[in-house]
């Protein structure tokens, strides 16, 4: 007889193998109880721990199905988006990576703050002295109307006062192309990428379960002279997100 946890590979198995494709309802507990020899009890908690992992999901009148894909954020994914000219110039990088993907992907603007004091962390991040005045951008990516993504984005007050990065509404094509449109191109960026237990609050923000995880990423961007122009802190849901780090140089033999 199986456990559950035999059980939850096996789906998990099929599942990556194309048996349910994304969207697709797996059987009901009755059925898998049946196929497997086991209790319905034992059952449940192969779909639980399957649905913690963001193999599955649960939807009202539709019963368990299978999760989509996570979000694919690629390395280029904000130069693709620094030209003001390009097609879907309306769209931010992580629209634009979603829409890419045939994924329903959207912002939402939670708070825009000015004269914030720099915490020190951002502050070394941005070489300004701790309690540097900050304009503070809170963010929420959403999927498929689910928030997978929190975003924080600090920026010098001296460099983005009376723009719209300054304002309360969305920024239209992201927060790069309003730096280039207020005559602060980019130029470069830095990420530091780790996963880590989420905290209350996130947990709530982003639906986890009490032990969920996330990754967390921190980017600081740079101007053609290496001044810093932003640090912005990504919170993401680990079962929904996955970065790519596509063609990066790699230093030749001595």
């Not at 994914?77 to 097609?87: G, N, Q, S």
């Not at 967390?216 to 997100?241: F, I, M, N, Y």
């Amino acid at each position: 007889m199986a456990g559950y946890r035999e059980i939850a590979a096996d789906l998990r198995e099929a599942i990556a193998a194309g048996e349910y494709a994304p969207g697709a309802q797996i059987p009901t507990e009755h059925a898998l109880a049946e196929r497997y020899g086991v209790s319905r009890e034992t059952v449940r908690r192969a779909l639980a721990e399957l649905r913690a992992a963001g193999v599955l999901e649960s939807a009202r009148a539709a019963g368990t199905r299978v999760a989509a894909p996570p979000v694919r954020l690629a390395l280029a994914r904000y130069a693709a988006v620094a030209d003001p000219a390009r097609t879907r110039a309306n769209l931010g990088p992580w629209e634009t990576a979603c829409a890419d993907q045939g994924i329903d992907g959207s912002v939402e603007v939670v708070s825009v703050e000015e004269a914030i004091p720099a915490p020190p962390g951002v502050a070394a991040r941005l070489a300004l002295p701790a309690g540097a005045s900050m304009v503070l951008r809170r963010r929420r990516h959403l999927m498929d109307g689910r928030v997978v993504q929190l975003h924080e984005s600090w920026m010098p007050r001296d460099l983005v006062a009376g723009t719209a990065l300054a304002g309360q509404g969305k920024v239209v094509g992201g927060v790069y192309a309003a730096l280039a449109a207020a005559g602060m191109r980019p130029a470069t960026a830095s990420e530091e990428l780790s996963a880590r237990p989420a905290a209350l609050a996130e947990q709530s923000d982003l639906g986890l379960a009490a032990v969920g995880w996330v990754l967390e990423l921190w980017r600081t961007t740079r101007d053609v002279t290496g001044r810093p122009l932003e640090a912005l802190q990504v919170v993401s849901d680990a079962r929904r997100v996955t970065y790519v780090y596509d063609d990066l140089p790699i230093r030749g033999e001595r």
